[in-house]
């Protein structure tokens, strides 16, 4: 079971690779190697942990085979997903003002704003060359299905990019703004994949239609899990302060519920900043307050979504138990 | 004939508002209007100029119809075009650090550097959307090819404002580097535009290589010609100072052509920003090393290719004329 996982994380490597070089040229070397410097191919640091474990090309590889499908054939779909990923990456550090992605300087801290917005530019033009050699692969219709859906998603991502930066300025958030923000940041590139996957497979529109509300429940599921980890997780296991979601400021689930309860997490919260010191306190209050139980519940409901959803795929061999397993990985993670 | 244009140039606007619809949504008004007020089509000083010529869908509808093609059928692509433009213009904004477009603030003046990066991503991802609905008015083969077209077109576009950017951190810049870089900056759009029309219109091959061939002299001849006016041009006619080029320190061909003879103007260059009292002076200079001629000779052969080209293309009917109109214009412009 080990090898059908490791076998196709090292065929998208490679197909990445080959994507990317077509960035590279005469006197293009250096905008090259920022690409292979983000997906963690090159410069300090570079290896597995800064590749990042590729979750979505796997999902999507995933379910073209247990949809009865030859995952190879999904490559191009695959690769740009991951492509899309991680342009979207190198743009929100831009956004964001983070110095450091996964231990590393981000690509904007090494070349400059200028150098990284162009870098993400052409990571995104890659994502759209790779998905359309799904034309190969597939044909036609697969591959212009599956450029559109590429790019829903990408205008979601861009739409919950907004909400996310519209928010952080005006400090007006409520419950309501919650789900389309992580619709769009998590949940949309999630179904793509799963969308992708099934339509490289040659799916009947039921299964291709079950595999996209797996995706979308696993997406919002993982991110209120994630929500929940952040505020009370362990800190040896993330590696991280467990209050640093509230010293970040983040508009995470539990955060937003505690607002919504007017209480005295609300007033805190309203008066600025959270200081390390007194992020424990806060998040025992947001606990009192009901927002863990009401972040559980939510994760809860959408991981059996999400796990409903997949039964209803009916997914087959080998890789439908990896599916399984992935999902299951996802979903009750320590880190 | 005006009449003509008239009509595509109204067509291609209501393509492109409803492109850029799809942006818009509950809670998501304000990022719409970044994309309608950097089209020109609200806010301060709306309008026709803040919209610009739109000559990237003009190029492509006249050339669609001149190779024998319904134009209508091609506005996706028109549309498509106009948005990548755009799209470069919104980050190429942030990235020179310029607070006026046309006469107006700047999208990242107004909303700030992570809302522009944001905006710029979702105009990029409407391109693409636009594009791929060529499905819809042609068959699914030109669909795939246009998009393919027009990744090529951006990932070059990529390439040229690297080397641009990277040029101008280091200074070493060399009468080589002009073409490859004027090529992704300026020519490949204006090609995938030629190419793009004549695909839709579905000619023979020989045809649309021509158009092609068109599309990329015409690209860069007209930058030739731009640098020309940047530095030599009348003020009253260019609406600027003729010496900014050269007090913006812009890396143009008689710039670079200056800096290859190693001469008094070289010596200047090497000695940090020309200021604006002594602008004249060095356009003088840049003259009498010749400069003005080498660049003319090349303005004036990559002119006779265009035509040349347009001529091998045999465009028929009234957008045949208005295309050599368009092309004469574009060439043998004042402003």
């Known amino acids: 079971m080990e090898d059908l996982t490791r076998t196709m994380l090292e065929a998208v490597e490679d197909a990445l690779r080959q994507v990317v070089a077509r960035a590279n040229g005469s006197s293009l070397e250096e905008m090259h190697h920022m690409l292979a410097y983000h997906l963690g191919w090159e410069g300090e640091g570079s290896g597995r942990t800064a590749r990042g474990k590729r979750v979505r090309p796997l999902l999507l590889m995933l379910v073209c085979s247990a949809a009865g499908g030859a995952w190879r054939d999904a490559l191009p779909g695959a690769a740009a997903v991951e492509l899309i990923h991680n342009f979207s990456l190198i743009h929100d550090d831009i956004q964001d003002n983070s110095p450091l992605r996964r231990g590393r300087p981000t690509v904007w801290k090494k ?42 998603t990408s205008l979601q991502l861009t739409q919950g990019q907004y909400l996310d930066m519209h928010y952080e300025a005006r400090g007006d958030l409520n419950l309501e703004a919650y789900w389309p923000m992580i619709s769009g940041k998590t949940a949309a590139l999630l179904t793509a994949c799963t969308h992708i996957g099934a339509l490289a497979a040659g799916a009947e529109p039921g299964i291709v239609n079950a595999y996209r509300q797996f995706g979308r429940a696993l997406g919002l599921a993982f991110q209120a899990e994630d929500d929940l ?93 990896k599916l399984r397993e992935l999902a299951n990985q996802l979903l009750h993670r320590k880190t």
Chains 1, 2 share one sequence.
């Open 111 to 152: 070349w400059g704003i200028p150098q990284a917005i162009n870098a993400g530019d052409a990571m995104f033009t890659l994502a759209q060359l790779a998905v359309l050699n799904l034309e190969k692969t597939t044909n036609p219709a697969v591959a212009l299905k599956a450029a559109q859906m590429l790019n829903e």
């Open 229 to 321: 980890l952040g505020m009370w997780g362990e800190p040896a296991l993330t590696g991280k302060s467990t209050e640093s979601d509230l010293v970040q400021g983040k508009k995470t689930l539990p955060v937003l519920y505690g607002l919504s309860q007017g209480g005295s997490f609300a007033r805190r919260w309203a008066k600025g900043t959270i200081r390390e010191e007194e992020a424990l306190r806060w998040a025992e209050q947001l606990t009192k307050e009901g927002a863990r139980e009401f972040t559980q519940e939510h994760a809860s409901r959408l991981t059996q979504q999400a796990l409903q959803a997949l039964d209803e795929a009916r997914p087959q061999g080998e890789a439908g138990d």
